[in-house]
């Protein structure tokens, strides 16, 4: 069974820039999870879905920060436009349920210049 | 305020150790707990979880974990090191409050293992 897959692994790019990730979950998991990873911190929830409904998103700056899980499979997490304290790791988990164990994906690193 | 602490930033023990990382948390409804390890620049790997029953848990790699409701802990407990347990390991906690569903990291426990 495939893991959690994401991509990219690694971007670099110059603030004010736009910069989008892609997660695809495990197969039949309805949870999907975006979070963020700061060095020596855990990770910090920004948003999960519930098949295609964003359920929790009060921690995503949506003055920013936009995400999608059309049909309810995979999602796209955005940055428009991206500032130097964004470079953190950014995380997607799936579950087949909230509470159960969520499997993570490799993550996303970026470094905002 | 609901938390999870993990009391300890970085723990180094000897191969061949015994190991204990600490994890307390703050919740006012039954909590559902989690251990995961993560390797660097990897992702998070799931060690053992506890929902109900037996408050000793056993997961993968030799860890054991076990539940104490009335100290709010979840310790991680494993016999014996070896050197490929250098990681970072984070305690989580999930919950189901009035305010809604809430699934928190701690801060995480960076562990050496020297020979």
């Known amino acids: 069974e495939a893991g959690v897959v994401q991509s990219p692994r690694y971007k670099i790019i110059e603030k004010k820039q736009p910069v989008a990730f892609w997660c695809n979950p495990i197969?039949?998991?309805?949870?999907l999870y975006w979070y963020l990873q700061n060095l020596g911190q855990g990770p910090e929830l920004l948003i999960r879905?519930?098949?295609?409904?964003?359920?929790?998103d009060s921690q995503l700056p949506k003055d920013r920060f936009s995400a999608e899980r059309l049909k309810g499979v995979d999602s796209t997490l955005k940055i428009q436009p991206a500032e130097l304290g964004d470079s953190a790791v950014y995380l997607c988990?799936?579950?087949?349920?909230?509470?159960?164990?969520?499997?993570f994906g490799p993550g996303t690193r970026l470094t905002v210049l | 305020a609901q938390s999870v602490t993990q009391p300890d930033i970085h723990i180094t023990v000897s191969e061949g150790a015994s190991l204990e990382l600490r994890c307390n948390y703050s919740?006012?409804?039954?909590?559902?707990l989690f251990w995961y390890v993560q390797s660097p620049g990897q992702g998070l790997q799931l060690l053992l979880k506890?929902?109900?029953?037996?408050?000793l848990v056993q997961g993968i790699k030799g860890f054991e974990a076990e539940f104490k409701r009335s100290q709010s802990s979840f310790n991680l407990r494993k016999p014996s090191v070896h050197w490929s347990d250098a990681a970072e390991y984070f305690c989580?906690?999930?919950?189901?409050?009035?305010?809604?569903?809430?699934?928190?990291f701690g801060t995480g426990t960076s562990l050496t293992v020297i020979p």
């Open positions: 988990a799936s579950s087949f349920r909230v509470y159960n164990e969520q499997f």
């Open positions: 197969s039949g998991h309805n949870t």
């Open positions: 879905y519930e098949n295609e409904e964003a359920v929790d």
């Open positions: 919740y006012g409804a039954t909590p559902y």
């Open positions: 506890y929902f109900s029953g037996d408050t």
């Open positions: 989580a906690v999930g919950a189901q409050s009035n305010t809604g569903n809430q699934f928190y």
